[in-house]
Structure formats: C-alpha cells, structure tokens
C-alpha cells in the first residue's frame, strides 16, 4: 500500500520568512523582522502565554514603541496572523502548485508542512491550529479568522482537485470535497502527532496513504 | 471512492462518564463526580485558563478540601487524565472491539470520537490533544504521559491490524504500523477541523476515506 516517499529538497522557515509578510521598511525598525519575533513567540507560547514583556523582548521595541506601531497585544497577534498566512500557508500552496501532477503537489504540501514542523527554527506545530485550540482566548472576529484560514485551505485544495478531474488528471468518481477535508485533517492531525513525539519519517508514510487515496 | 456512512448508535459523553472513572465513593463526596467536574473545567479552559477558583466552583468544595483530597492543581489534572482515558479513550476502543469486523471497527472508533466532539455535553475537542498543545505549560511527565496517550493508542491500534491481518481479514501487504499512525493522525486532526466549524457530516467522510485504506 505504501510506496518509499521520495526525498524534497525541503522547505526552511527562515527562508519562507524572507519572502513573506510584506511589510513596509520605512519605520524606524524593520516591521516584518519585528512581526516575525513576535510570531515566534506567540508560536511557543500561545496567545494567553505571551505577554506584552516577552513581545517587548523578542520584537527589541519598548512598549510605547510597540502600541505606537502596532496598537495592543490583539492587534499585534492579528498581524501575526496575516504574516503567518502570507509566508508559511502561502509556501505550502507554492509546494502544491509547482508540482509537475495533482498528487505530487498533494505530497509536496504535506511534506512541507512535516519540514515547517521538524524545522529547528520553529517552536514547532502549526501556529493556526495550536491558536485555534486555545478556545475561549480569543475574541469572536480572531476565532472566526482562524477558523477561514483552515476552510480557505479545504477551499483552494478542492479547486485544484476539481480541477484535475476535469482534466482527466483524477478520476471523475473522487469526491473533491471530502478529499480536501481529508488532507487538511491530515495536515492539523499531523501537527499534533508531531508534538506527540512522532517521527518526521512516520508521518511521512501517513502523507503517502492519505495521497494514494487520490489514486 | 467513497461508500455512504452508516449512522451508528452514537457515544454519549453522560453515559461514558458513568461507567469511567473508578474512583472510591467513600468519602464525603463522589470521587468520580467531582473530577468528571474538573475535566469538563480543563477540557474547556485548558490547563493554563484554569483556576483554582474555577475548581472548587465545579468541584463544589473549598480549596483545602480539595488540596486534601487531591494535592495541588496539577496533581487534580493528572488525576483528570487518568479519568479521561479510563472513560473516553476506554469507550473509543469498545467501539473498535465490538465491531464485527476491524474495518467497521476502526470506522466505529472515529466516528465515535466525532460523536463525543459534537456531543453538545462536551467542551468539543480532545482533553488529551488540547492539552498536548499547551506547550510549556506543563512539566515534563505531564508532557511524557500525553505523548504516551496517543502512542498507546497508535499501538492498540497496530496490535489490532497486525491481528486481522494474520487472520487474513487485512491485506499481507498493509503496513500495521503507518495506519495505525494514519488512523490515530486522523482522529487528531478532526478535532482540529471540529473546532474550525467543520461539520460532523463532512468529517464522517473522512472516516470513510480513511478507513478504505483498509480496503
């Protein structure tokens, strides 16, 4: 059932992070390194474990500074949130779309979410589902934007299904819809599995089955 | 690819309870009753949102009652572990072993973890996977002990496909071991979409998906 998983170049958060968050230079600082310290913080910690000391810290900014650009602590996280999707969930879709077939780019995608989680430079995980969970923190508008970012992810994987079936690239009888919230509920599961100390080279294998199922 | 899902009898979380937990009652209070009050308080708030304010008015006894009964806030927690897994995870693995057959086994365990995700007596969600994202909110045995919660579960279940497969039920060629982790990923993953508001419906066809694995 399963065949030997090929080997990627890999996907490194610090390069993700160059080409990310496009912010703007002008300041004083350097808004996405400053956005990018805090997305790291808020990613080990959480959003209830952070507070404004250890953003003050990890940004290099003092408070003043920090409200001044930015505005409070929910401010600064939602921008994280904006960062996080134009750099990492955007590397992922780059993965899945410079793929040479759908399958392919299926794997590519998991796989690069495995990297981002292995990757010695992240706190590990995935920034939206670990904030996702941390119910009851988050205020209506943050909960409902984190809950879009993963629909948006189901959303733009079933295109491209749908989209290979109509190209004879997939069966016509593969439901595109399902098999999307498959992948996703791969990608989330994967992420906890991987804080639950399972290897980079197991999870690999699950990406492989839950790819065959597009055979 | 995918067959329409049966509807089962469903898990009741109330019920589950009732049979979980074995706890004395011998005391002043009902043992199991009032931790079975704590673990809803954890499940909902997560171990760092919890007070002990919040404890002893779910508990329904003071602070000192409480210390002597159980210890310290993380003492009542890894009580409430134990209770989670001897009631919930303990359900779950009825559903498996009293299925006619392993494939409607392992349909009836996931889909028994999306009826105690949508059972609307529950905070939605696993104690054990939420708890395991609250990284560095907890020491490092907690930490051990749910990591070893999902690796028994992925064990139980490899235990169990290696079984069927030498009884010809399964495949010669199905890796054991890489399902399991795919099943188990699968069941964490859905309590992430649980909470992006994916519906019980769309996730039961990924058990179907998923479980045609075994096919």
Redesign the interface.
């Known amino acids: 059932?399963?065949s030997s998983y090929i080997v990627l170049n890999g996907i490194k958060l610090r390069q993700v992070l160059k080409t990310g968050c496009f912010m703007a230079r002008t300041k004083q600082f350097d808004e996405r390194q400053v956005l990018v310290s805090a997305m790291l913080v808020f990613w080990?910690?959480?959003y209830?474990?952070t507070s404004i000391q250890d953003l003050e810290q990890a940004m290099g900014l003092n408070r003043t500074s920090i409200y001044n650009a930015f505005g409070n602590k929910r401010a600064i996280f939602n921008r994280v949130m904006v960062c996080y999707k134009e750099s990492v969930m955007s590397a992922l879709f780059t993965e899945l779309d410079g793929a040479p077939n759908i399958k392919e780019g299926v794997r590519r995608m998991l796989n690069g979410a495995l990297d981002i989680h292995f990757d010695e430079d992240t706190?590990?995980?995935c920034l939206v589902?670990?904030s996702?969970?941390?119910?009851?923190?988050h205020d209506e508008q943050s909960q409902v934007s984190?809950?879009q970012t993963?629909?948006n992810l189901?959303h733009a994987l079933q295109t491209r299904l749908s989209k290979a079936k109509k190209s004879g690239e997939l069966?016509k009888?593969?439901?595109a819809?399902?098999?999307a919230?498959?992948i996703?509920?791969?990608?989330?599961?994967?992420?906890?599995?991987g804080?639950?100390?399972?290897t980079k080279a197991?999870?690999k294998?699950?990406v492989?089955?839950?790819v065959?199922?597009l055979d």
């Open positions: 059932m399963l080990e910690k959480g209830e474990g706190p590990g995980g589902v670990l996702l969970l941390e119910s009851g923190q984190m809950q993963i629909k189901k069966s009888n593969l439901d819809g399902s098999t919230t498959t996703a509920t791969t990608m989330a599961g994967m992420m906890v599995m804080k639950a100390n399972f197991s999870l294998k699950t492989n089955q839950v065959s199922l």
